[in-house]
């Protein structure tokens, strides 16, 4: 089922988004929250802090898992995952350290690191909220438009668009790391919840033929069609296409 909540600005969705996911880690403290990078997750990063230092959330029990890292970049990359975490979210708020979990981008063996993070995703037993942006080219976690529906963590390669796009964090296209680690379709489809965060215009085509189009893994975003609960909060930019 899918319930679309809009909102005039992006800022206002991250408010609510928020909400919503300190609703779960009230209901579950030891909730397992999957997270996304990206601008897209930002303003709810910041509001979920904003909760906890005011005092009316903590993050003591949860657990997090990350959908995907770049492969080749350190930790301490400031363009990794990890340190996007660190920066924006984990060093803030009372999650534990050992609670927090990416794919490592330095594995000498990127097969092993698959299957060890598969394992830590499966050793919760459960996903409650799985948080997720989209790609201009329907991608979500790093699971690019291909012939098939990825089940497990994988090593995939970017398409040019998805280089293009992530080149505004570095300093120039080059720069971009052209492989990921990423959690598998299969994976993210098992979260209970899905909470899918679209924001402006270069998001409005793929949003829509993402939730109103035809399922296929050519557009990876289109499976959430078959999710058990998927919120989708966008701004009024990303919703232009499918208000037509
Ligand atoms: C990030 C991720 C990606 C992004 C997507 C949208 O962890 O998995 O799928 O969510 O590329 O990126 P932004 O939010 O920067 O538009």
């Known amino acids: 089922m899918i319930s679309i909540h809009e909102f005039k600005t992006a800022k206002e969705a991250g408010v609510s988004a928020a909400a919503l996911v300190a609703d779960v880690v009230r209901h579950t403290p030891d ?12 303003d709810m990063y910041a ?24 492969v080749g970049l350190a ?12 920066h924006n979210l984990f060093d803030h708020i009372d999650v534990h350290p050992e609670n927090t979990n990416l794919p490592s981008g330095l594995a000498a063996d990127p097969a092993a690191e698959c299957a060890r993070y598969d394992a830590v995703v ?17 991608h979500i976690g790093f ?7 990825s089940k497990g963590t994988g090593l995939v390669h970017l398409t ?8 505004r964090f570095f300093a120039s296209r080059a720069e971009v790391p052209t492989a990921a680690l990423t959690m ?4 993210i489809l098992s979260a209970e919840r899905i909470l899918l965060l679209a924001f402006g215009e270069k998001k409005a085509a793929i949003l829509k033929e993402a939730l109103y189009g035809p ?13 058990r609960q998927v919120d989708v909060f966008a701004d009024e930019a990303a919703m232009q296409v499918i208000h037509g």
């Open 122 to 138: 499966s050793s919760f037993g459960r996903l409650d909220l799985q948080v997720l942006g989209i790609g201009n080219n329907g």
């Open 160 to 167: 040019a668009s998805t280089i293009d796009a992530n080149a």
């Open 215 to 227: 399922v296929t893994p050519q557009v990876p975003a289109s499976i959430l069609q078959f999710a």
């Open 47 to 70: 509001e979920l802090i904003r909760l906890y230092r005011e005092g009316s959330l903590s993050f003591a029990g949860v657990r997090t898992v990350n959908l995907d890292e770049y």
């Open 143 to 149: 699971n690019e438009p291909s012939d098939s529906f």
């Open 31 to 42: 909730a397992v929250l999957g997270l996304a990078t990206g601008s897209s997750p930002l």
């Open 75 to 86: 930790p301490t990359h400031d363009q990794s995952y990890a340190y996007f975490m660190h």
């Open 184 to 187: 598998g379709i299969g994976q």
